[in-house]
């Protein structure tokens, strides 16, 4: 399902995204607080202004603003940077959204170390508090066809949708012809054994980068892209698992609470199972810079990665 | 000011006495926020029976929003008499498996949504106000929230942004009982002067005595005349006013667990007070 | 800036005592008396003195103590002011406002100036009277994902007391939750000791291993008892200290024990049973393992017991894993 | 502290440091086009007057235990914060080059590893003034002479927090406390009043108990002497609304609401020429 040849790159891929949304629903509305040129729904703002609502730099009240529009027959779709949403205003993600039945969608920019700004940008702990809110829903797109497709499901899920988003150059890495994103289910990227790769979102992009590198270097492996957090095909995941020697996991995240947690719990709760490597943001802040510099500095760039997933299979 | 609407008051306060009565009758089987619903029975009378347009099915075609999760109390002894929730059924608040959740969550009939983390409610009054406003629908929307709950930032937020997109249609309602958790509100963090912060964030804002049937219909009124700003009323109002023997002995109770007041005492001259007004009436 | 305002004796009912008698403060004891040893001792709390047993702090030592009204996140940001100008500040309010309600500052103005801010949450998961709002059910799994913080979630008030040198101890900050009694116990509470990154190993057997934290402690022990009734001997782990978590004894136990149940009064996500989990995993061991906590789902208001039983917290669904445990090891 | 660390208040010689300080902020933004020009040039005079002749701080022991605190709440403003830093003597001058660079402590958001002088971590907007009013009322506490500064932007005024913090400020009567709004109209989106508008401030915080000066935060004398005012006012904190121009000082920049303004080289070249002829 992977596209061939040249990669190519959507500079704003949310700009498309969320204007074909607004104009195919018009039940739908942009809530910003502030950020609107940021998390690329300019179009909206500019050629559909009754579906764009700015609320200013009060993140609290983006998220119970966008409730109470949700309470009132519309579809919000609430967008900032992923540190505020969650971080901020977490405790109204949980109540005024997470109890109600009403869609409710948040979508969390720049997540974990997609950001230059360091620690108050960076939200690496955010899959991990949204996944234990109860009935929401977790998505962590890896790509601008996978990203566009899940908030196509997102409208019409019931209750609230955390999806992490993505902005700026953004890689095509599905064939949106192949690819179908279906809310739960785990897509196999590259098959092989001894070693299984489970990664999600951004850190998915970063796998098949190591990927690659290993395919070169003779190594087998296979690599499993599990965008939905919450809920998730448990059995098809423990299944991957247990058909393979050992697991490494990657996620753009803290290594507890988020996908080496949920991949840790699933295989726990079967009993026995292969060892488990968890890779991300080990425990400690990350640093700020640039993305390549970032990602060399926790050994999350594709070599640093290639090494620690051989490693691991020792 | 007065805008004719004195015919109904008689009937109003017979109504908030029994949603007094309500209240004491719900609390005493387990303990509960009796202090508060008995404060805010006037409020709710003119609210539920007056100002609340009704949909002709039985329920409200206005969307009243409770912002405190424990002034829940108040809800559930006016829609007692509404008729929309029995009495035997209210009384099984605070107990082990009820569905009367001291504190609801959404979904629960007359509950807009889930109450209980405060601060939030003026927010999604907001956004409801202006997801109305922009459907077209000539819906009016009440949010109460207390004095306690200004200290949370969130409010303010909230504030700043209905004034911003002058949300007229947005009526919120302040139970000023300067009464918190831990004490009188102007010991713990003063809030005053409340009106002029209202007014200050762009608000027409009026200060009204809660318990007065009269000036709170009247605010009302006035709410509706106001164009182009969102309007606050900020209720005066105090622990258990209207039932002088559990306002002596609980002045500060922000909740009064089961053995802790006379109930029957409560009762009795709250009785009293519903036959005299009838009797009048 | 305090006030010395004595409340109604009839607001000693609070949210959280049902019995309207007096019950013992352990932890506001043990705050004052720390506090009488060190002055950088202060105290905050979010309009909550009573509830969080801090009103014995404010009536003794008013210039210390700040009630800062309804407003969490106000509060952490104070702390760290305060701390950074070399007191220890002690936050007080509900679980669910301490670390839901103020994530941010929690992360921004706590944890990475790393600052000896001591957050004191009380009503940890579904233990209140008070539904969804104030049911800490996620505050472990959130809490834990922030580097340089120390999560306490102690066992019962013999506890509590420790806590609060525990947290001292910790150059850094702490957040501790806590669970004060509902109704008077019937014992005087003997004072035991806690540390940090260090489980304690309460109960001792060769078959399998609960390991449990807060009030699923005495729910693990109750169970542990009736199962060595038939013949299947437990060991019960107390892992007070979830971050940082005793690995070694987690390991120690898989290998001793052979299966594993975990007991938290918390979703079965992110909490105390997934950080089991990953231990597991990361080392490689395989073996049969359960967890038992909320099972992802809003619980509503009620009292302790009724909730933990209702929502399979309590020693019979902690029976019910550990038989599940005990038959896959064959 | 020795006399020569005292406040200085020779206007004329407040100026020349503070457009030697809007050059700097052209120069560190002008290699990389990265960093906030627009703000930096904005608030130069208000930077200049706090720490070259208001608060009392000494670059030779920056942990200094009655120092006044200066806390930088719009934690993006770092050009012009770490020129006024490095010409005030916290460091040298010469690692101004590194501002943005990967590895680099100078990063875009001020972070509390620079060292004591960045007195909180702020880059998550609206929390630094609790920050500050918990060390204004700790000060208090210990009888120290510390007042605290806190340099505020207006769009984060949208935070609930800030609304949290200026009503615990108020009600204490904090006078140790005062706020400097960098009144530039400017966020994100744009010019405020079309996000959400904050006006009328002085209402506001009137309202939340504060004692308020409407002020040109372009004018020197304005600004000391609201500094002066707010040193002598007794039991209630201070606000001093400023009203600055984003881009101040160079007129191709002025009043263009750019809030992550890429300095394109020309332009950047232009600006260092106008900045360089104004010093001269």
Not at chain 3, 60 to 71: K, S, T
Not at chain 4, 61 to 70: A, I, K, T
Not at chain 4, 157 to 180: H, K, P, R
Request: net charge negative.
């Amino acid at each position: 399902m992977l596209l061939e040849g040249e990669t190519t790159f959507d500079g704003a891929p949310f700009d498309g995204i969320s204007f074909d949304l607004c104009s195919r629903r018009k039940d739908v509305v942009m809530v910003s607080a502030d950020l609107s040129k940021y998390t690329q729904i300019i179009r909206v703002k500019e050629e559909l202004p009754d579906q764009h609502l700015d609320v200013g730099m009060a993140e609290q009240n983006l998220i119970s603003v966008a409730a109470g529009v949700a309470k009132a027959g519309f579809v919000p779709v609430a967008t900032t940077f992923a540190v505020y949403a969650t971080r901020r205003a977490y405790d109204q993600m949980v109540i005024c959204m997470g109890t109600s039945p009403h869609t409710s969608i948040v979508v969390g920019f720049t997540p974990g170390i997609a950001n230059p700004a360091r620690i108050h940008h960076q939200a690496a702990e955010d899959l991990g508090m949204l996944r234990s809110v109860p009935n929401a829903t977790v998505i962590d797109p890896m790509d601008v066809t996978d990203f566009k497709q899940a908030l196509d499901v997102a409208v019409d899920l019931p209750g609230l949708v955390y999806m992490r988003g993505h902005r700026g150059n953004t890689p095509r890495l599905l064939d949106p012809q192949k690819f179908k994103f279906e809310l739960g289910r785990t897509y196999r990227l590259r098959s092989g054994s001894g070693t299984g790769i489970i990664a999600t979102g951004h850190a998915t992009q970063w796998a098949l980068e190591a990927s690659g590198i290993l395919e070169d270097r003779g190594i087998d492996h296979s690599l499993l892209h599990v965008p939905t957090i919450k809920p998730v095909d448990e059995t098809g995941l423990a299944d991957f698992c247990f058909a393979h020697d050992r697991i490494v996991t990657i996620e753009n995240h803290q290594i507890v609470t988020g996908l080496g947690s949920l991949v840790a719990e699933v295989v726990s709760d079967v009993g026995g199972g292969p060892r488990i490597t968890r890779l991300g943001v080990p425990g400690s802040w990350a640093p700020g810079g640039t993305l390549p510099y970032i990602r060399e500095q926790l050994g999350l760039d594709a070599a640093g990665l290639a090494d620690r997933i051989r490693e691991a299979g020792r | 000011m007065s805008t004719g609407s004195n015919s109904r008051v008689p009937d109003l306060e017979i109504l908030a006495a029994k949603i007094r009565r309500n209240t004491l009758d719900i609390c005493m089987q387990r303990g509960g926020y009796a202090g508060q619903g008995v404060a805010l029975a006037d409020i709710a009378a003119c609210l539920y029976f007056d100002e609340l347009r009704t949909d002709g099915k039985g329920w409200f075609h206005d969307r009243f929003v409770l912002s405190n999760g424990h002034d829940a109390i108040m809800t559930y002894a006016a829609l007692a008499e509404h008729g929309s929730y029995t009495l035997e059924e209210l009384r099984t608040y605070n107990a082990d498996g009820t569905k009367i959740d001291q504190s609801p969550i959404e979904g629960q009939l007359g509950f807009e949504i889930t109450a209980g983390s405060l601060g939030q409610g003026p927010s999604q009054a907001a956004g409801i106000a202006w997801a109305e406003r922009q459907r077209g629908t000539d819906k009016r929307i009440y949010c109460l929230f207390s004095d306690g709950e200004l200290q949370e930032g969130n409010v303010w937020e909230a504030a700043m942004f209905a004034a911003h997109q002058k949300l007229s249609n947005l009526v919120y309602i302040i139970d000023n009982n300067d009464l918190q958790a831990s004490g009188a509100t102007t010991n713990v963090m003063s809030v005053e002067p409340v009106p002029e912060k209202f007014e200050a964030f762009g608000f027409f804002a009026r200060r009204v005595d809660g318990n007065s049937v009269t000036e709170v219909l009247d605010a009302f009124e006035e709410a509706k005349s106001v164009a182009g700003k969102p309007y606050v009323m900020v209720c005066d109002t105090r622990i258990f006013v209207g039932i002088d023997c559990l306002r002596e002995a609980l002045p500060m109770a922000h909740y009064v667990a089961q053995n802790a007041a006379d109930w029957e005492a409560g009762l009795a001259e709250i009785d009293a007070k519903v036959a005299a007004l009838t009797g009048e009436a | 800036m305090s006030q010395a305002h004595q409340l109604d004796k009839f607001e000693a009912a609070d949210f959280i005592n049902r019995t309207h008698k007096p019950i013992p403060r352990s932890y506001g004891d043990a705050l004052l008396a720390a506090a009488k040893k060190d002055e950088r001792i202060v105290a905050l709390t979010a309009d909550l003195a009573t509830p969080t047993e801090t009103d014995i702090f404010r009536d003794e030592l008013p210039e210390r103590y700040h009630n800062v009204g309804i407003a969490e996140a106000n509060m952490i940001g104070l702390a760290s002011g305060m701390a950074r100008a070399g007191e220890i500040p002690f936050v007080h309010t509900f679980c669910s406002f301490a670390t839901k309600r103020c994530y941010d500052q929690i992360t921004m103005q706590a944890a990475y100036p790393n600052l000896p801010i001591k957050i004191v949450g009380f009503l940890p998961g579904v233990a209140t009277l008070l539904g969804v709002s104030h049911q800490a059910i996620e505050d472990v799994a959130i809490m834990r994902a922030i580097p340089n913080l120390v999560v306490l979630d102690p066992s019962g008030p013999e506890y509590h007391a420790s806590a609060v040198d525990a947290a001292l101890a910790h150059d850094g900050p702490v957040y501790i939750r806590l669970k004060r009694p509902e109704t008077p116990p019937e014992n005087d509470i003997v004072p035991k000791e806690l540390r940090k990154g260090e489980g304690i190993l309460a109960r001792e057997g060769g078959d399998l291993t609960i390991i449990a934290a807060g009030l699923s402690v005495t729910e693990a022990l109750a169970a542990a008892d009736r199962l060595a009734a038939d013949g299947i001997e437990a060991s019960v782990v107390d892992m007070a200290s979830i971050k940082p978590l005793d690995a070694g004894l987690v390991i120690d136990r898989a290998k001793a024990t052979g299966a594993i149940v975990t007991a938290e009064n918390h979703s079965v996500i992110g909490g105390l049973g997934s950080a089991v989990a990953e231990v597991l995993c990361d080392a490689g061991i395989g073996l049969p393992f359960k967890r038992v906590g909320l099972a992802d789902r809003f619980a509503e208001g009620g009292s302790t017991p009724y909730l933990m039983k209702k929502y399979g917290l309590d020693s019979t669904a902690i029976i019910k894993a550990a038989r599940d445990v005990f038959g896959k090891k064959g | 502290m020795s006399q020569a660390d005292n406040p200085k208040r020779n206007i004329a010689e407040l100026e020349s440091i503070a457009a030697k300080l809007r050059l700097r902020v052209a120069e560190m933004v002008a290699p990389t086009g990265q960093g906030y020009v627009q703000q930096g040039l904005g608030s130069a005079d208000i930077f200049t007057a706090l720490y070259f002749a208001e608060a009392r701080v000494d670059p030779g022991n920056p942990d200094w235990e009655d120092r006044d605190r200066v806390f930088l709440t719009t934690a993006h403003n770092t050009a012009i914060f770490y020129a006024a830093l490095a010409e005030r003597g916290f460091f040298e001058t010469g690692r101004l080059s590194t501002y943005c660079e990967d590895g680099s402590p100078l990063e875009i958001n001020a972070s509390e590893r620079m060292g004591r002088f960045v007195e909180a971590t702020c880059g998550s907007l609206g929390q630094g003034l609790s920050v500050a009013v918990g060390a204004a009322l700790a000060a208090k506490r210990q009888g120290r002479p510390t007042r605290c500064y806190v340099v505020l932007g207006d769009g984060e005024m949208q935070e609930g927090q800030v609304w949290e913090a200026l009503m615990s400020a108020g009600a204490w009567g904090l006078d140790n406390l005062c706020v400097i709004l960098d009144f530039n109209e400017m966020q994100c989106e744009g010019h405020m009043d079309n996000v959400v508008s904050l006006r009328p401030v002085a209402d506001k915080l009137e309202s939340f108990g504060f004692a308020v000066h409407d002020i040109d935060g372009n004018d020197m004398a304005s600004i000391l002497n609201a500094l002066d005012a707010a040193r002598e006012t007794k039991g209630k904190p201070t606000f001093i609304n400023a009203k600055t121009l984003v881009g101040k000082g160079v007129p191709a920049l002025e009043g263009f609401m750019a809030h992550q303004l890429m300095f394109p080289p020309e332009v950047a070249e232009n600006a260092i020429a106008v900045l360089k002829e104004n010093l001269s």
